[in-house]
């Protein structure tokens, strides 16, 4: 089977948020809803300073938390991409608080996050953010091509920036969105060796298995979330609010704008 | 309306496991229908499966670059824009702002009927008529006015990809030379006039930088990826990529200044002593081109002889830059000439002095032996077509525009059927280039040198772009008769008589988008989808009017597609042929010397680059590029620069509601050590009081090391005092509004706008 993924060059890209756009557009999402995050990232003092950007968005880990952890399948691992069918998700929110990139977030009640445009590219198109980025910082492939591409920038950049390297090709099982770092992750807040909640281990043994009969399922279910609900009731509380101001949001968008 | 409703779910999570325990059975016969499964769970299909996809051709109307684009729409509705990839500008990619194009189509804030007032001037308040009444009505006015002050009593401001049918179809026809657009006077105009008088050609629409061979890129002021233009972006990150030098000279530490090699943190308003010292390093140390600058420029001597003093050390006192910098970075652009360039900008109306600066740049890029080289600066061609065969016009155009096509300046001013030229106060304020916007003003007010007595703004956010808003609403105060054609109700719409809601680009036809560029190329611009409400293209306004003011003869077509036809006969095709090439026609240009077999490609009275102006020291200018000091911030006060957003073009898309939702208010960028010493915090709101006490506010507090601590910086176009406009009214402070003063470039008629400085009120 081949495994697909992205490449996101964070040397060429400069922030322009044109991806942000063809997704929220392509994807119909809704207001106060984005898959792409894009901010700066500032570091010395003027005029010494060294800035970049950065693209917060869903990795695609190999190793996903979120698919480790969702109890329905909505969830799940394909072509080297975590697909999300929304239409099973059930809302338990399991999914945000294991993400280790703080990446899914609830709307409407059901997880929601990049799903790499599942339906886009199986239709044989390009995912709405690759086929519009001005810079080409970004591609999509089969990951061998994209590992390549990815090694090839990141030696090119070598000559500008000495800690120029390729980020997601081991950590969490290898990333289906493989960054060319013009510095070391550090820098580029991100961890240089993302885990997977300890906690989540004893989830993915137990509860996975256990789901596949439904009573099972539903008993271990029931205990766990509890816990990890409990765990969360203060980041709970912080998505609250976000999703509330995003509802004042969307009261003031016009019809056509999506609603469910 | 059906909102969005947003909630969360793990309350009720005993509930929910049931659901996804008989969910999870749906997945295991996972070869079920997406579509089945959707409309099982109440969710959507994707819009591209919901029926038949129907693709029209268009250009990008979100910003003046216009890039080539596709538009999917299904059933009556568009859904999404792509990049063009036959397109030579877009290559089938699009910024933010191209891809917000169907969110702009769908604001609901959009004007929706034609509207005469009935309220006083400003009041906002109006009735809905038939289009029929508001065009009888509008050219009624126009007639009388015309008739009592003659034609050219009336000024056609217009802007966006549309102002083609007013400000210069219906301008010139109608007889008036007082058309203006603010892409020229309050933007480009300098860059041009530099242009034509240094090397004889302008720079045009596009500028014509060879970024396929760059090896050494200069940037002053521009700030690539926030200035968002698509194929500029694009071009950019590969010559970066490829290894490609770049030397940003700002005040801020932009976006691209952060991919640059040099970054040099100028003090506002020196430029032109950095770019005298360059010339002084690349001469001194005989660091130039010297077969192109003997063969293709005059006046080096004279040259050489005026930078003689202009050393780095002269110019690191002015521009607070280190002289060793100065040094190494002219070193930098010689090391890979004529592989290297500065880049002509785009907005340069910064301090009055503007049209020298840019001779200054010029000159720096014709030392380096740029212009025409591959990896330089190359020669841009306009396509062959010819225009629709209408009668001759009353007056011949000069509203000029980004889209300028080359040729001189003729001697005489072109006067309007009554005998008037221009009363922008050109060869007398200024001399010479395109008509002064913002100098239409004053005639408005004073009556002088001649009364203008009615406006026709066509899309110019006029109380957002044009400086000393507060003189303008004057103005608009004395006027007889004002009309506006917009899409969207904007601050200045409420001071209209009457108000023609104009379609969207994405919902008409248009004049053809006609490009000088390497590859010089046509564009078409068809319907996407029907008007929505009552609104109607501005070539059918412009008809409809000239039908009513005995204009027939230039209306003898009846629809666009008879006119678009017509023009694209005379290079044999069509609108259906253009669709079979995707919309583009493509030429072939002449981008290098050698596709002049030996010509001079340079239109001057030398045939050569002339570092030393004859023309200007003969109108009383300095031949060659001085440094004048512009005024310093008073105590307590701090220059106010300006510039752009990645998601936002001028004062157009603030309330766009994709665009608003990505960037829905503007920040006060302010070093963070001198926001410590003033005692504001990051996010702090405060309001901003100019040297002539106008305040702008509240904004917020952008504390960063990232700008100099004697200047602040925001993005330009909010702050909008525009009640209809529900999501930019009042969001942030405008830039414009505390601009109650600025530096009229004499060469070119540019106006200036760096010149205003703000104090920050942290309580009102
Ligand atoms: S479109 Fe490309 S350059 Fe722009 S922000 Fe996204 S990844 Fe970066
Ligand atoms: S980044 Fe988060 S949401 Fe994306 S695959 Fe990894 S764990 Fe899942
Ligand atoms: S792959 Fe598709 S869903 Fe994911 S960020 Fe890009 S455009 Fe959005
Ligand atoms: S640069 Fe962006 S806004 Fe401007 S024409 Fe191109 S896509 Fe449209």
Known sequence: MTTYAFLLDLGRCIGCQACVAACKTGNELSPGVQYIHISEQTRGVFPALQSSIKNHRCYHCADAACVAVCPTGALYKEDGLTRLDASQCSGCAYCVDACPFNVPQLVNGRSNKCDGCAEVVKAGGQPWCVKTCPSNALMYGERETIMAEAHRRAEALRVRYPHAQVYGETQLGGLGVVMVLPDQPEQLDLPANPQIPAVLNTWQNVVQPASVGLLGFSLAFTGLAAIIARRNHKQEVAHLHVQNSAEETAAVQPDHANET | MARTKLQISRRNFLKSSLLSAAALSISSCSAQPLATVLNQNGLRLPWFRTGEIKTTYNYCDMCPWRCGIVVKSVDGQIYKVDGNPADPKSRGMLCARGQAGPSFVYDPDRLRAPMIRTGARGEGKFKEVTWAEALDYTAEK??????????????????????????????????????????????????????????????????????????????????????????????????????????????????????????????????????????????????????????????????????????????????????????????????????????????????????????????????????????????????????????????????????????????????????????????????????????????????????????????????????????????????????????????????????????????????????????????????????????????????????????????????????????????????????????????????????????????????????????????????????????????????????????????KTQNTPLLNELYPENELWLNEDEAGRQGITNGQYVWLENQDGARSGPIKVKATQRIRSDAVYMVHGFGQNAPELSRANGQGASDTKLQTTYALDPISGGAGMRVNFVRIVKEV
């Open chain 2, 142 to 651: 126009l007639k009388i006015t015309g008739q009592a002050f003659g034609p050219e009593a009336v000024a056609v401001f217009g802007h966006t990809s549309g102002d083609f049918w007013f400000t210069d179809y219906f301008a010139q026809a109608w007889g008036t030379p007082n058309a203006a657009k603010p892409s020229s006077s309050l933007c480009t105009s300098p860059r041009e006039e530099a242009a034509k008088l240094t090397y004889g050609l302008p720079i045009g629409g596009h500028e014509p930088v060879d970024w396929d061979a760059i090896n050494c890129i200069v940037l002053i002021g521009s700030h690539i990826g926030e200035d968002a233009r698509n194929t500029v972006m694009q071009d950019f990150a590969n010559a970066w990529a490829r290894g490609a030098k770049v030397i940003v000279v700002d005040p801020r530490f932009s976006n691209v200044a952060a991919k640059a090699d040099y970054w040099l943190p100028i003090k506002p308003g020196t430029d032109t002593a950095l770019l005298l010292a360059w010339l002084n390093v690349l001469i001194n140390e005989e660091r130039y081109d010297k077969a192109y600058v003997a063969d293709w420029t005059t006046g080096l001597e004279a040259l050489a002889a005026h930078v003689a003093p202009f050393t780095p050390e002269w110019a690191a006192e002015i521009t607070d830059l280190p002289a060793e910098s100065i040094r190494a970075t002219a070193r930098l652009m010689a090391d890979n000439l004529p592989q290297a360039a500065i880049i002509p900008g785009r907005h340069v109306t910064w301090y009055g002095n503007d049209t020298q600066r840019m001779r200054a740049i010029y000159m720096i890029n014709a030392l380096l032996g740029a212009y025409g080289r591959e990896g330089g600066i190359y020669f841009s061609k306009s396509p062959y077509i010819e225009a629709y065969p209408h009668p001759p016009f009353a007056v011949t155009g000069s509203s000029g525009g980004c889209s300028a096509e080359p040729g001189q300046e003729s001697a005489e001013l072109p006067l309007g059927p009554t005998g008037k030229a221009r009363a922008d106060g050109a060869r007398t304020n200024f001399l010479r280039g395109a008509t002064a916007m913002q100098e239409l003003i004053p005639p408005m007010i004073s009556g002088e040198p001649y009364p203008i007595k009615a406006l026709i703004v066509y899309g110019v956010n006029l109380l957002n772009s044009i400086p000393n808003p507060q003189r303008t609403i004057e103005a608009l105060k004395k006027l007889d008769f004002v009309l506006a054609v917009d899409v969207l109700p904007q601050e200045h719409v409420a001071w209209a008589d009457v108000v023609f809601p104009e379609a969207t680009a994405l919902e008409r036809y248009d004049e053809l988008w006609v490009v000088a560029h390497k590859t010089p190329y046509i564009a078409m611009r068809e319907p996407a989808i029907e008007p929505l409400y009552d609104t109607k293209p501005a070539w059918w306004m412009v008809r409809e009017l000239g039908l009513r003011l005995g204009m027939e003869p230039y209306f003898r077509w009846e629809t666009a597609e008879e006119y678009l036809d017509a023009r694209l006969l005379s290079i044999g095709s069509s609108l259906d042929k253009m669709r079979q090439t995707n919309g583009v026609i493509v030429q072939q240009g002449k981008p290098y010397f050698e596709d002049f077999a030996g010509e001079s490609p340079f239109p001057t009275a030398s045939g050569k680059i002339e570092l030393y102006s004859d023309e200007l020291a003969s109108a009383g200018f300095e031949p060659m590029p001085t440094y004048e000091p512009v005024a310093e911030p008073p105590a307590g006060y701090f220059r106010l620069l300006y510039g752009r957003h990645p998601v936002h073009t001028f004062a």
